[in-house]
């Protein structure tokens, strides 16, 4: 590969703040950098100009199509393309783009889940363009970040929630600056950097495998004899394969905007990591989805197959995904940094505050934004936090919080009471130690990074929860401060109050201990260990509240998105279990037949010879290979009733709720069966590759 020109390359492909400075006119660039920076609304005149501008760039750069790009409830990203060809007239044709075209789309869109908000007979669902995500090019298509809705107006997608969460704690964020003295600030965004793990498999041995193909993770597989107890994979030199592949995903991300900034392998073999520098949760969440589609295309042309999956193989650790979160004004104000004043410190201290109340009032949501079958195998696992929602707040934190709360002070030389507004705190360490990798949601020095994320998750669900939640506490804060006669001292009262009431939610020991299950449940903390268990709470009644105030979402869009993941939920584990039963059934069952008849002609064979020829390793392996047999087989059958008696339940609560207590138990022991023959059966007699060749082989 010729060496490229990275800084000319960065962003080549992004419409962006450059670009746009260059090809508008003043008036009209203007406008629109009110509307991305301040979330003002789009005067609909400039809509063509910008179009235009943005076409005419786009086709320079050798783009002949453009898409309305979008989030539907999938999960995965939507497109669907159209030329700018128009015939001009006099049988030739020209480009064009109006601003209509920019501003509204309507795709063909009856198919995507809605959760009962769209009826058949009125289908459509419109695409609208957000100007606050930069446009782009990839593969000659201009893509054009959009929101979804339904022709009432109802959210379809994964964006409008979080434009929306984001509105929400700007207002009540810089209701609290103000109180502060601050006057400068006029937007308040949230910022996120989300570290992506994956794994890279070959793509050979992955189209051999239906469970892969179909289901992203492993079905079946009994443990490689080397796992991840080396830790030599941590860290490790990378291999020269995974090494180019990095390469060209870097370059990749880099025309998009997209500023990949670590690449490093992780602790399971064939795991890897990519983090990107943080920038505002919605252009973070776009670049995440766009992430993650050049990663699997990357590894693609380079021979290989990456793997999102939260949890692709078993006895090794899955992948996750950290959200690295933060909220700064736009005058570049940290608001998690502790700073260096009394003033900056009390401000910091308050933010801080209102992030565990919300945690500790709102673990529900948090987890349930978390939540997927994929997931559940993760959670509680050896490599991820458990389902119990606790912060980390480090020592030293904790004790400044302490003191606050019994009036003390907080360091043996200092002997005076600790006062919000008047002491200088020290400067907390930044987590690089591994005392607090246990943690799932945990300070880091200037933001917090809540690490129950599941690899493939969009992350835009988890920062909407974030941003609503905190926007919900500083919207308290602010009624309280703001009829204080001496803010100081209502600003002392309030942390003390609001610190004691919710310190349960602070734990920074061992989150995987067993002791720590025991603990949580004495504090009270929700243990909801399954997504069956959680997603109920995301519309328990004071959540419906809590959304509607802020107008996050409206009590229709609640009940569809909870239908729409509790119908996931299940449909993926049904997905799951037919699978299963194809693979046992056509691929397992017949495998062992094959090996045993040949272990069977061996032994007869040999007792035919006479002699002293012993058959006992042929017969011993043989009874034990039926004993597994009869047991998938049944076990099968059990899973094919299951999966009868699933389809005749029509209530989504009820169906999940089967899924976890008979369907997940069958696969287990389904799975149990398979994994035990497949260490008696020779490998020749195997029908399709194996941890180890899955895991060593790249
Ligand atoms: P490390 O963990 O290697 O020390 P950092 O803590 O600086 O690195 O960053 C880890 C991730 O957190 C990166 O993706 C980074 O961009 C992101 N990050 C850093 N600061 C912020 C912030 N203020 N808001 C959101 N994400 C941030
Ligand atoms: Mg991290």
């Given amino acids: 590969m010729n060496h490229p020109n990275v800084p000319e390359l960065f962003g080549s492909m992004v419409f962006n703040d450059a670009v746009m400075k260059e090809r508008l006119p003043k008036e009209v660039y203007r406008a629109l950098v009110r509307t991305m920076e301040l979330g003002k609304k789009l005067d609909p005149s400039?809509?063509?100009?910008?179009?235009?501008?943005?076409?005419?760039?786009?086709?320079?750069?050798?783009?002949?199509?453009?898409?309305?790009?979008?989030?539907?409830?999938?999960?995965?990203?939507?497109?669907?393309?159209?030329?700018?060809?128009?015939?001009?007239?006099?049988?030739?044709?020209?480009?064009?783009?109006?601003?209509?075209?920019?501003?509204?789309?309507?795709?063909?869109?009856?198919?995507?889940?809605?959760?009962?908000?769209?009826?058949?007979?009125?289908?459509?669902?419109?695409?609208?363009?957000?100007?606050?995500?930069?446009?782009?090019?990839?593969?000659?298509?201009?893509?054009?970040?959009?929101?979804?809705?339904?022709?009432?107006?109802?959210?379809?997608?994964?964006?409008?929630?979080?434009?929306?969460?984001?509105?929400?704690?700007?207002?009540?964020?810089?209701?609290?600056?103000r109180l502060f003295g601050d006057t400068q600030s006029t937007r308040v965004t949230t910022t996120v950097g989300p570290e992506q793990e994956y794994f890279l498999i070959d793509k050979e041995l992955y189209l051999q495998r239906e469970d892969l193909r179909l289901c992203g993770r492993t079905l079946f597989g009994a443990p490689a004899p080397k796992g991840q107890e080396l830790e030599d994979h941590y860290f490790g030199t990378i291999r020269p394969r995974v090494a180019a592949f990095m390469r060209d995903l870097d370059l990749e991300l880099w025309k998009v905007g997209v500023f990949a900034k670590t690449e490093h392998n992780e602790v399971a073999p064939a795991q890897h990591e990519l983090a990107p520098v943080f920038t505002n949760t919605n252009i973070a969440t776009d670049q995440n989805q766009l992430t993650m589609e050049i990663m699997k295309k990357v590894a693609d042309r380079h021979g290989l197959n990456c793997l999102l999956h939260e949890k692709p193989f078993e006895g090794v650790n899955g992948s996750g995904k950290h959200n690295n979160w933060s909220i700064s004004t736009n005058t570049g104000v940290n608001l998690?940094?502790?700073?260096?004043?009394?003033?900056?410190?009390?401000?910091?201290?308050?933010?801080?505050?209102?992030?565990?109340?919300?945690?500790?009032?709102?673990?529900?949501?948090?987890?349930?934004?978390?939540?997927?079958?994929?997931?559940?195998?993760?959670?509680?696992?050896?490599?991820?936090?458990?389902?119990?929602?606790?912060?980390?707040?480090?020592?030293?934190?904790?004790a400044v919080l302490d003191s606050i709360e019994t009036g003390s002070s907080y360091n043996q030389k200092d002997k005076t009471e600790l006062k919000v507004g008047v002491h200088i705190l020290p400067r907390f360490p930044k987590d690089t130690t591994d005392r607090n990798r246990t943690s799932p949601f945990a300070f880091t020095g200037n933001k917090f990074e809540f690490r129950m994320l599941g690899s493939?998750?969009?992350?835009?669900?988890?920062?909407?929860?974030?941003?609503?939640?905190?926007?919900?506490?500083?919207?308290?804060?602010?009624?309280?401060?703001?009829?204080?006669?001496?803010?100081?001292?209502?600003?002392?009262?309030?942390?003390?109050?609001?610190?004691?009431?919710?310190?349960?939610?602070?734990?920074?020991?061992?989150?995987?201990?067993?002791?720590?299950?025991?603990?949580?449940?004495?504090?009270?903390?929700?243990?909801?260990?399954?997504?069956?268990?959680?997603?109920?709470?995301?519309?328990?009644?004071?959540?419906?509240?809590?959304?509607?105030?802020?107008?996050?979402?409206?009590?229709?869009?609640?009940?569809?998105?909870?239908?729409?993941?509790?119908?996931?939920?299940?449909?993926?584990?049904?997905?799951?279990?037919?699978?299963?039963?194809?693979?046992?059934?056509?691929?397992?069952?017949?495998?062992?037949?094959?090996?045993?008849?040949?272990?069977?002609?061996?032994?007869?064979?040999?007792?035919?010879?006479?002699?002293?020829?012993?058959?006992?390793?042929?017969?011993?392996?043989?009874?034990?290979l039926s004993s597994c047999a009869d047991t998938l087989m049944r076990q099968v059958q059990s899973l094919e009733a299951d999966l009868e008696s699933l389809r005749s339940i029509s209530d989504t609560t009820a169906a999940a709720d089967f899924c976890k207590k008979n369907l997940l138990h069958d696969m287990d022991e389904t799975r149990a069966a398979a994994d035990r023959a497949e260490t008696l059966t020779a490998k020749e007699y195997w029908p399709f590759p194996n941890y180890t060749d899955l895991l060593y082989s790249v």
């Fill in 46 to 177: 400039i809509a063509n100009v910008v179009a235009n501008a943005m076409k005419d760039w786009a086709v320079e750069k050798g783009a002949t199509h453009f898409t309305h790009w979008f989030q539907p409830m999938t999960g995965i990203t939507a497109e669907k393309h159209d030329s700018f060809l128009s015939p001009d007239g006099n049988s030739s044709i020209i480009m064009e783009f109006s601003g209509k075209e920019l501003v509204k789309g309507e795709p063909d869109a009856s198919s995507f889940p809605s959760g009962g908000l769209r009826a058949t007979f009125e289908a459509r669902g419109y695409t609208a363009w957000d100007p606050s995500s930069y446009a782009f090019i990839k593969d000659n298509t201009l893509y054009i970040p959009t929101v979804f809705y339904s022709y009432g107006g109802e959210a379809l997608d994964k964006k409008t929630p979080l434009l929306r969460s984001m509105e929400a704690i700007n207002r009540e964020a810089l209701r609290i600056l």
């Fill in 336 to 398: 998690l940094d502790p700073g260096d004043s009394p003033r900056e410190n009390a401000q910091f201290l308050l933010f801080l505050t209102a992030v565990i109340k919300a945690v500790d009032e709102y673990s529900d949501l948090l987890r349930v934004s978390v939540a997927s079958a994929g997931n559940d195998h993760r959670l509680g696992a050896n490599e991820a936090p458990p389902a119990i929602i606790s912060i980390f707040l480090g020592d030293e934190l904790t």
């Fill in 456 to 624: 493939g998750l969009s992350i835009s669900g988890p920062n909407v929860i974030l941003n609503t939640i905190v926007a919900e506490e500083l919207s308290q804060f602010a009624d309280e401060l703001e009829k204080a006669d001496d803010f100081n001292s209502a600003l002392n009262e309030l942390i003390r109050r609001v610190y004691r009431e919710h310190k349960r939610i602070i734990f920074n020991g061992n989150n995987y201990s067993a002791e720590w299950e025991e603990e949580a449940a004495r504090r009270g903390l929700p243990n909801l260990r399954t997504t069956a268990d959680a997603l109920p709470s995301f519309i328990a009644e004071k959540n419906i509240k809590l959304f509607t105030k802020h107008k996050i979402f409206t009590e229709a869009e609640l009940h569809s998105r909870y239908e729409i993941n509790m119908e996931d939920y299940c449909k993926k584990l049904s997905i799951e279990a037919l699978t299963m039963v194809d693979m046992a059934k056509k691929q397992i069952l017949p495998a062992i037949t094959k090996y045993s008849y040949y272990m069977t002609e061996t032994a007869l064979n040999k007792k035919a010879l006479g002699g002293n020829i012993c058959c006992s390793y042929e017969v011993n392996t043989l009874e034990k």
